[in-house]
């Protein structure tokens, strides 16, 4: 049994002024913004360009192209299935130690030459921040792969005791089939992590990202190939959902799903398979991170800048575009009036533009179906009579998607923007009377049919130790005095329940298990060769 290297958390870069990674980085924008892309479909190993070019743009700059990506059909997602059917036997077969050498490759290329390649993708593909980015795409994926290379040793490892004359093992068997990753647009790591961790373990996989994600998605395929990955263990296609899903969820060899995207659509997945479970070799993987409606509440003991500076970064950064951002808070009336004047002071401060320029916190909301989803929440609130616009209200999509970081007063808890996710840089607070604090943990509770992320700001820790039990349900991961965003690999392992998803926990041991299918193997040394045991014999 081989020793993996030790992972480690990949060191975020600061991008100081003047400093080497900030100019590098800057030089990798130019370049990209110079140039535009053809990007191809990448199918058993080969590129793969079509007839219809789709143009991709920077949601902050849309008169910009950055490329174009080359739109496949029906007949694309058959032959990716079969290019990874193909590859299956030899991938499977393929040493573990020699599986995980690609991937820490892969983390290692991603991290040196293909660095600044890679923030600028997703910098200007996604509008994401210099910060943004850096926690993402670049240290959060190689994280992944680091991790994941590191719990599949410990799996691995993992064998049953043995008697004498007897010998028992686990083999540690990838799925039967082939896996398919369905990827989200707000996390280029995310995207990279879904496809390969099954990969790692011996799967094969037809992986079809968001659209709006496929800039970067292509990068991440070709450090993968440059990392040594064979031809047809991930085959990429840029093909329509309804499409893909057809010919997948219906083909015999489907073996799993590994999805994060939204909860309506995943819950219409699970009921495709459910009705085609009859077609299927075994019983598909279902694992799927999906919505969320975050909380923060605080109790009145509570530090009123540490809560107000958790919001605005909790709720704003990427513009409220991540499963876990804050977008419901729950403040006494005691703390309130400090709690504003620090976040309405901050968000006085908070610049919104281009990525481009790095003094901007706030970039532009990822499409126009999102920009007019998000608009229409912020224009409903602007009517009700329950609901005051204390901050930002206003959007624009003239030049780039932009919405102004917003945040709504309500004296309603139970109004809509408390409830419903929203997916942009909308935060909700309520305030309650500091004796209702036991009544508001219930209402937090119940509210919304989501559990992934919440926070709980107090100092006194009785206070804490009975919010913890409280809330025990209501979120997956949980931070006490902390914003509810930023989960680290091998740290706080990412994923929550009730319609938030499986809770499989992307970034430990606990996915990985998900991608395996053991086989108990006994062998007897000295087998029996008489059939009678000794109770059948009389004195």
């Not at 450090?223 to 969820?249: C, F, K, Q, S």
């Not at 950064?317 to 009036?337: F, V």
């Not at 992307?506 to 000794?534: C, H, Q």
Request: net charge negative.
């Amino acid at each position: 049994m081989y020793t993996v290297p030790q992972p480690y958390n990949e060191p975020i870069y600061n991008y100081a002024p003047g400093s080497p990674e900030k100019i590098a980085l800057k030089k990798a924008l130019a370049e990209a913004k110079s140039t535009q892309k053809d990007i191809p479909m990448y199918i058993g190993g080969k590129e793969v360009f079509t007839d219809q070019k789709v143009a991709l743009r920077p949601p902050h700059e849309l008169a910009h192209t950055l490329g174009h990506y080359s739109k496949g059909n029906a007949a694309h997602v058959q032959q990716a299935i079969e290019a990874a059917l193909a590859a299956k036997a030899s991938w499977e077969e393929l040493p573990w130690e020699e599986r995980a050498a690609i991937f820490l490759r892969a983390a290692d290329l991603l991290t040196g030459p293909y660095r600044a390649r890679m923030s600028a993708a997703t910098m200007l593909c996604q509008s994401k921040n210099a910060y943004q980015q850096e926690i993402d795409c670049i240290c959060e994926l190689a994280d992944f792969w680091r991790y994941n290379v590191h719990f599949a040793q410990e799996i691995y490892r993992q064998q049953p005791i043995s008697t004498k004359t007897t010998w028992n093992r686990t083999d540690w068997r990838p799925l039967e089939g082939f896996v398919f990753a369905l990827t989200p647009f707000n996390f280029t790591a995310i995207a990279g992590n879904l496809p390969t961790a099954p990969a790692m373990l011996g799967n094969v996989v037809v992986w079809k990202p968001a659209e709006s994600q496929i800039y970067s998605a292509s990068l991440i395929m070709e450090i993968l190939i440059e990392a040594g990955l064979p031809a047809g263990v991930i085959n990429l296609v840029y093909v329509d959902g309804p499409t893909v899903g057809d010919i997948v969820l219906s083909h015999p060899e489907f073996a799993g799903i590994h999805f994060t995207g939204s909860t309506g659509v995943f819950q219409r997945l699970w009921t495709t398979i459910g009705n085609n479970i009859a077609r299927y070799k075994s019983y598909p993987r279902i694992v799927g991170e999906t919505g969320g409606k975050d909380f923060v509440v605080a109790h009145a003991s509570a530090d009123p800048k540490a809560v107000a500076v958790g919001l605005g970064r909790g709720a704003f950064e990427y513009q409220g575009q991540k499963c876990s951002a804050a977008s419901r808070a729950y403040i006494p009336q005691s703390l309130w009036p400090a709690v504003q004047e620090h976040l309405l002071e901050d968000l006085k401060q908070m610049k919104m533009g281009s990525t481009e320029d790095f003094t901007n916190f706030v970039n532009a909301v990822i499409d126009e179906k999102a920009f007019n989803k998000i608009a229409a929440y912020i224009d409903a609130a602007k009517q009700s009579a329950s609901v005051q616009v204390i901050a930002g209200g206003n959007h624009d999509k003239s030049k780039g998607y932009f919405i102004e970081p917003t945040v709504l007063l309500t004296t309603d808890p139970n109004y809509t923007t408390m409830c419903e996710e929203i997916f942009g840089p909308v935060l909700t607070i309520y305030v309650y009377e500091d004796a209702d604090f036991d009544a508001t943990l219930d209402l937090v509770d119940r509210t919304s049919p989501y559990a992934l992320t919440g926070a709980i700001f107090a100092r006194d820790r009785m206070v804490i130790e009975r919010v913890n039990r409280k809330l025990r349900h209501a979120a997956g991961n949980y931070y006490i005095n902390d914003k509810p965003t930023g989960a680290v690999v091998g740290q706080q392992p990412f994923g929550g329940g009730r319609a938030s998803g499986t809770n499989d926990k992307a970034g430990s041991m606990i996915n990985l298990y998900r991608w395996l299918s053991p086989r108990t193997m006994k062998e007897n040394a000295v087998p029996p060769v008489d059939f009678r045991y000794p109770f059948l014999g009389e004195e």
